[in-house]
């Protein structure tokens, strides 16, 4: 079994991250889903909010581990200290492997991490946290792209 890093701000988790993350701990047995925040940055969900959804999406899952990144601390040395063998994202497109591709390798060069790569199921592959946010202001059903807690935080409770 081999621990890896699964980052990002989940603001919020939606099924493209959950997709990601559970095949991620098929391979590998034992995720971190490493949650960040930038006090500069204006979210839609606290930093507790975003924690206690992932926990509650992840909770079944016995090998996904959810944990707040500190703040100020380079995401590359979280990971080398976390004592997972990789960081590994999830590619929608080739824009996504734009942004990526620079900091994998800058990741690499300041602390020997390597950064690995899963491809969007294509299901899930045009879905964003931007997106969601933008249909849940005009009260689109969600259902299909967002785990239950999330879709509860939305207001679209389907109990
Ligand atoms: P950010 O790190 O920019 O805050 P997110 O929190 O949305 O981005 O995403 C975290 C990680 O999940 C990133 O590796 C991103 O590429 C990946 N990801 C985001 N949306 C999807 C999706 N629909 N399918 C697969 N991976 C995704």
């Known amino acids: 079994m081999q621990l890896v890093v699964c980052p990002g701000s989940f603001d919020p988790i939606h099924n493209g991250h959950v997709d990601i993350i559970t095949r991620a ?9 490493a949650v960040s925040h930038n006090s500069a ?17 992840f909770a079944p899952f016995a090998g996904v581990k959810v944990v707040a990144l500190p703040e ?12 997972s063998v990789l960081m ?6 080739s824009s996504d492997l734009d942004y990526e591709a620079p900091m994998a390798s ?17 299901l899930y592959s045009q879905l964003s ?28 409770d389907a109990a």
């Not at 940055?41 to 999406?57: D, H, I, P």
């Not at 060069?109 to 899963?118: A, D, M, P, W």
């Not at 946290?129 to 679209?156: E, H, I, N, W, Y």
């Open 25 to 33: 701990a098929k391979i590998y047995g034992s995720v971190l889903v």
């Open 41 to 57: 940055k204006t979210y839609r969900f606290s930093l507790q909010e975003r924690l206690a959804l992932a926990e509650e999406t």
């Open 72 to 83: 100020g601390q380079l995401l590359a040395d979280f990971v080398r200290e976390s004592g």
């Open 88 to 93: 590994l994202k999830g590619l929608r497109n």
């Open 106 to 122: 800058m990741n690499r060069h300041l602390s020997g991490v390597e950064t690995c790569f899963l491809a969007s199921d294509p």
């Open 129 to 156: 946290s931007t997106l969601v946010k933008d249909v849940a202001r005009f009260g689109g059903d969600l259902a299909p792209f967002v785990p239950l807690p999330v879709l509860r935080a939305l207001g679209q």
